[in-house]
């Protein structure tokens, strides 16, 4: 669905979901899901519905990931990075307690 | 002949309600709103319909907040009946007391409240640690709460939205980026309001004042009483978690798309919505000793709105003497007070008159 149109950087390679994936030193997180046809970034939380970036500016929060080391992070905030790991942010219950 | 019934002056939390409440009586109204360089009161709001904690040494405003509360579900189905816009209102909030010495203030408040109001209308229930933790399993190490059935929440934002597209489903007339400069007292009745580059606006039988800060100015300038000053509160937004807080612990709540409001500061400041670190870090930790597990989750964002207060933190309606037909009113309780505002305040416009029961909300109160 979305197309590089300008080559930014060297190549870095990062792990979505266990899987490896390239992209460009200097892309943001997100445009590199996106680069890599990653659309479904989340599952929020109050409903189940799968969610994706929507404004890419840092605003409207659906590009939400798990960074390891890092935890819940806006993707189009986030610049990809070689060895970076990502995950999908779920719908989890407040960690360690349970409700 | 004026082209309105009613100018209502500002087009936030109470002067949507107005306007609403208006067009919904058959008024020809139109609500003159600024630009979005205003000060938002509205869209700074926590969202909660609250009764607890109000109105002690005045029992016309907590009588006044326990009637909003019987009839804001009613009021929310009616607004989802037009717009097809949920307010997600659930009823139910806890205070807690974080020591015992807190939690027992809080009984004497409600108490206090009780006695004044001479009815047993205002029923509270008063749980210790181990029943708010079956009720509450998330709670930290605290004393325990209050809790009444009349309190809950909704979504502000979603509730400023539906009066105003209510209003309009009705015939009413919004006008954004139209910032009120003065208004004008007609000879032969009525009044005619003026924008900021001195063009006319409208021309209206009535006049509702209901610009929030902007207010302050606008009645000087009609030698119209109306103290109130700004009170700064500053919030913070968790990220988005699963549903597990059904209902608000006052400055603790869980939103209907899943981040937590973590709130309560009051500041003196002026027209100032900055936020500042050691305030939200109070916040934070008092939110946080109520509720461990929200240490371990990410802010999202802050920001300050501004209250609109007066000198005793209770509402002023009040119409004007020497020019009837000249309403102004201010509150801060814009979310609670909504369907009183919408279903009750409408009506005094349209009659022409503020009903003896509601007279201690007229400013006269404070020069005795």
């Given at each position: 669905m979305f197309k590089r149109l300008v080559d930014?950087?060297?190549?870095?390679?990062?792990?979505?979901?266990?899987?490896?994936?390239?992209?460009?030193?200097?892309d943001s997180l997100a445009s590199a899901l996106l680069a890599n046809g990653v659309l479904d970034f989340r599952q929020a939380p109050e409903d189940g519905t799968v969610r994706g970036p929507h404004c890419m500016i840092g605003n409207c929060f659906e590009c939400l990931v798990e960074v390891e080391g890092l935890g819940t992070r806006q993707a189009c905030r986030e610049r990809v990075r070689d060895g970076l790991k990502v995950r999908r942010h779920s719908g989890r219950p407040v960690?360690?307690?349970?409700? | 002949m004026a082209e309105y019934d009613v100018c209502v002056i500002g087009g936030g939390l109470l002067g949507s309600a107005f306007g609403w409440g208006l067009v919904r009586e058959g008024q020809r109204c139109v609500v003159l709103d600024e630009g979005d360089g205003a000060i938002r009161t509205a869209r700074g709001n926590f969202g909660l319909v609250w009764l607890q904690s109000k109105g002690r040494g005045m029992p016309e405003y907590a009588r006044w907040t326990l009637e909003a509360t019987r009839i804001w579900g009613g009021f929310a189905d009616e607004l989802k009946d037009i717009t097809g816009i949920d307010l997600h209102y659930a009823k139910g909030g806890y205070n807690i007391g974080a020591d015992e010495a807190e939690l027992a203030?809080?009984?004497?408040?409600?108490?206090?409240?009780?006695?004044?109001?001479?009815?047993?209308?205002?029923?509270?229930?008063?749980?210790d640690q181990a029943r708010l933790k079956r009720e509450m399993p998330l709670v930290g190490d605290v004393?325990?709460?209050?809790?009444?059935?009349?309190?809950?929440?909704c979504n502000p934002l979603l509730l400023l939205r539906a009066m105003q597209q209510a209003f309009q489903a009705k015939g009413?007339?919004?006008?954004?980026?139209s910032g009120v400069r003065s208004v004008e007292i007609l000879p032969g009745g009525g009044f005619r309001i003026l924008g900021q580059n001195g063009a006319e606006l409208a021309r209206a039988a009535k006049v509702v004042l209901s610009a929030g800060h902007g207010s302050a100015r606008?009645?000087?300038?009609?030698g119209i009483d109306l103290p109130i000053h700004p009170e700064q509160g500053q919030v913070l937004v968790t990220e988005k978690v699963a549903p597990v807080m059904p209902h608000p612990a006052m400055s603790v709540r869980q939103t209907?798309?899943?981040?937590?409001l973590l709130g309560a500061?009051?500041?003196?400041?002026?027209?100032?919505?900055?936020?500042?670190?050691e305030t939200l870090a109070t916040i934070a930790a008092s939110c946080i000793r109520l509720f461990p597990f929200l240490g371990r989750l990410r802010l999202q964002r802050a920001w300050g709105a501004l209250r609109v207060m007066t000198p005793d933190g209770h509402p002023v309606y009040q119409q004007s003497e020497s020019h009837p037909g000249l309403f102004s009113f201010a509150c801060h309780s814009g979310v609670t007070l909504a369907a009183c505002h919408a279903l009750h305040v409408s009506k005094w416009v349209i009659d022409g008159t503020i009903p003896d029961t509601y007279s201690a909300f007229h400013p006269r109160r404070f020069h005795v």
């Open positions: 930014i950087g060297t190549p870095v390679t990062f792990d979505f979901e266990g899987r490896p994936l390239t992209a460009q030193a200097g960690p360690g307690e349970q409700p | 203030q809080m009984v004497a408040n409600l108490n206090q409240i009780q006695s004044e109001m001479g009815d047993d209308a205002y029923d509270y229930e008063v749980l004393a325990g709460a209050t809790y009444t059935a009349h309190d809950g929440h009413g007339a919004y006008r954004p980026n606008l009645a000087k300038d009609l209907d798309n899943g981040s937590f500061s009051k500041k003196e400041v002026d027209l100032d919505t900055r936020t500042d670190l």
